[in-house]
């Protein structure tokens, strides 16, 4: 991996081209759930990476059962925790610091995954002597027991975003800017509301003061009003002259409405506006889900399978099968479209069951596509056309011979006789 480096750059100026390096304002970590629309995001998204059941699919994107990966990624995941707890876990710790990690207990016979162990970030290190050409991870239990060596086959590590392919990269490490811009704005709110933002002006009568005796005087006054509320009288002596200055309204009201910085939140983690209560008067709710679902999901989805199928799949079975998330409990269609689909002969009797989010039967039968004999072949009907106009004259031929019909009653009844 090549870079551009200025000339005269220090290691550490390299280190943070290199790799994004937190700055002591950041809210990367635990700290960025200080604020409530980073808090709200990341529920959402470690939400929904959660609730959604991973599942096994051939390369024809049939499903196929498999009880043992079923329990580990949907039911039971570690020793002591659900899938549903370990999931979210590893995407919170993903978004917050950009990773998250977790080693693979095998079975020593079969080599297969049996569970999982998390680990926090800051127990994690990843160790390389050639540039990161081969590494291996280096994990520091958090309980001070002996240090723990895990090989990258061997290690579940979640990176939604990664431009050097190891290190994954928390996207808030982009929202500096707009959550110190939020906090600005919540800070001015509260000491509005605690002291009536009493900013003034105090003139001291009959006297040139220095500078020294300026300062001293403000804090005097700044003394007078201790323990005061917003509210609260302010006590002055005959010396003194106080102009508070007046705040335009109009300017908390801005700060209240803005949601510039919610939006950008909202942009960064892909996830709807609408859901950190930003109106979006262009779409209804129902296509901003789907958009949501269809198009900012597999972001995140894509990353996560991507990485146990290489970790838990054996060489041969990641030629045949793949994971993915279960979104049909949502997306998946109602029972009247899939039952459009099933008479018209586009898919099978299974099929539609799973359109529907239900099982498949296995029966015969309902491995057929229907078919209607109300429909021919497009190349076909000028030739049924021509047939069926031939058939027709040869009918108003017959009628025209009065005979025949009386010919066919004799001989009906001669027969019976």
């Known amino acids: 991996m090549a870079f551009f480096q200025p000339l005269g750059s220090t290691k550490e100026q390299v280190q943070e081209l290199l790799y994004d390096t937190p700055s002591r304002n950041s809210y990367v970590g635990i700290k960025g ?14 939400g ?4 959604f059941p991973i599942i096994k699919k051939d390369l024809d994107g049939n499903i196929v059962q498999d009880e043992k990966l079923n329990y580990l990624m949907n039911v039971r ?7 549903h707890v370990w999931k979210f876990a590893m995407a919170v710790n993903t978004i917050l610091c950009g990773n998250s990690y977790s080693r693979i207990l095998r079975d020593p016979v079969t080599n297969e995954a049996l569970e999982y162990e998390f680990y926090p970030p800051s127990s994690v290190d990843i160790v390389s ?12 239990p958090p309980n001070g027991s002996k240090q723990i060596r895990c090989e990258p ?13 190891i290190y994954g990269r928390s996207p808030l490490l982009s929202l500096d800017d707009e959550i110190n811009l939020q906090d600005s ?3 001015t709110l509260l000491k509005f509301f605690r002291d009536g933002f009493s900013s003034g002006i105090l003139k001291m009568k009959g006297a040139q003061l220095s500078g020294d005796a300026r300062k001293k005087a403000r804090i005097e006054f700044e003394k007078s009003r201790e323990g005061s509320t917003g509210g609260s009288p302010i006590i002055l002596d005959s010396t003194m002259d106080y102009t508070p200055l007046e705040v335009d309204t109009n300017v908390l009201g801005l700060i209240n409405s803005n949601n510039y910085s919610t939006a950008q939140i909202a942009k960064c983690m892909r996830v709807p506006a609408h859901k950190l209560a930003v109106t979006n008067p262009n779409q209804s709710v129902k296509q901003l889900n789907d958009d949501y679902i269809l198009n900012d999901l597999p972001y995140y989805f894509n990353a996560i399978t991507s990485e146990h199928q290489m970790k838990i799949f054996n060489d041969d079975d990641r030629h045949k099968f793949t994971l993915e998330f279960d979104t049909r409990s949502v997306t998946g269609m109602n029972p009247e479209e899939a039952l459009k689909l099933y008479n018209g002969g586009v898919i099978t009797g299974d099929q539609a069951l799973m359109y529907m989010g239900k099982s498949p039967t296995n029966d015969a039968d309902m491995q057929r596509r229907k078919f209607s004999l109300n429909y021919v072949w497009a190349d076909k009907a000028e030739e049924y056309q021509a047939t069926s106009n031939t058939k027709q004259k040869a009918g108003e031929k017959d009628e025209g011979n009065g005979d025949s019909s009386a010919d066919d009653e004799t001989r009906i009844e001669k027969v019976g006789e």
């Open 153 to 165: 086959e061997d290690m579940i590590h979640w990176k939604f975003f990664s431009h050097d392919t």
């Open 77 to 83: 995941s570690t020793k002591q925790t659900t899938a």
């Open 129 to 140: 002597n050639d540039n990161y050409e081969t590494y291996h991870y280096m994990i520091y």
């Open 33 to 46: 759930l200080k604020n409530s629309d980073v808090l709200t995001a990341t529920t959402i998204v470690a």
């Open 185 to 187: 704005g919540i800070a």
């Open 48 to 51: 929904d990476i959660a609730r």
